[in-house]
T-cell receptor, first 115, second 115 residues
């Protein structure tokens, strides 16, 4: 079974600064997907960024980027120029490739952006 | 395009009552799933379906039933509510497009309280 570990239950950052959220996972699979989801106080689950394991290039979406280290099974999220609207719970998630669609989530990191 | 629609948003039940959480998606996704979110636990998979007429258990299935009579709908039934089922419930759907998995699209969530 896959496991996803987010070792930082809470983090805080000043507005406009950069913050990195950590995620490690355990799997014996070679084909899989990794995701970061954001959950603001509205409770909605919003996709931030995704990474296919077969891609060596790290994914980037505007201010959000990942550092994907496949050998180390690490998938950290970097948020640049943090904004107050980035305040949310962030979940790292793993999905196997093939016919299995199940998502395995980490326990989440609560990020607070301070003015 | 409504995406994933989940109802109700809030519900209070008495112990022993039954109810159905509704979930519908209009994206023609073959895969649908139900998760529960508890503080400090992330999201855990309750049941999932890979297509109409096919369902299977996830990580925490006890006390819940599902059915999938159409591609669009995937209701979750609580047979006899217990206080341990107090949680936030999410429905999600995803698909395979040109050999690549889409991310999971989530409903707005249901906050269920069992008293």
């Amino acid at each position: 079974a896959q496991t996803v570990t987010q070792s930082q239950p809470e983090m805080s950052v000043q507005e406009a600064e950069t913050v990195t959220l950590s995620c490690t996972y355990d799997t014996s699979e070679n084909n899989y997907y990794l995701f970061w989801y954001k959950q603001p106080p509205s409770r909605q689950m919003i996709l931030v960024i995704r990474q296919e394991a077969y891609k060596q290039q790290n994914a980037t979406e505007n201010r959000f980027s990942v550092n994907f280290q496949k050998a180390a099974k690490s998938f950290s999220l970097k948020i640049s120029d943090s904004q107050l609207g980035d305040t949310a719970m962030y979940f790292c998630a793993f999905m196997k490739g093939g016919s299995n669609y199940k998502l395995t989530f980490g326990k989440g990191t609560l990020l607070t952006v301070n003015p | 395009n409504a995406g994933v629609t989940q109802t109700p948003k809030f519900q209070v039940l008495k112990t022993g009552q039954s109810m159905t959480l509704q979930c519908a998606q209009d994206m023609n996704h073959e895969y649908m799933s139900w998760y529960r979110q508890d503080p400090g636990m992330g999201l855990r998979l309750i049941h999932y379906s890979v297509g109409a007429g096919i369902t299977d258990q996830g990580e925490v299935p006890n006390g819940y039933n599902v059915s999938r009579s159409t591609t669009e709908d995937f209701p979750l039934r609580l047979l006899s509510a217990a206080p341990s089922q107090t949680s936030v419930y999410f429905c999600a759907s995803s698909s395979l497009r040109q050999g690549v998995r889409t991310e999971a699209f989530f409903g707005q969530g249901t906050r269920l309280t069992v008293v």
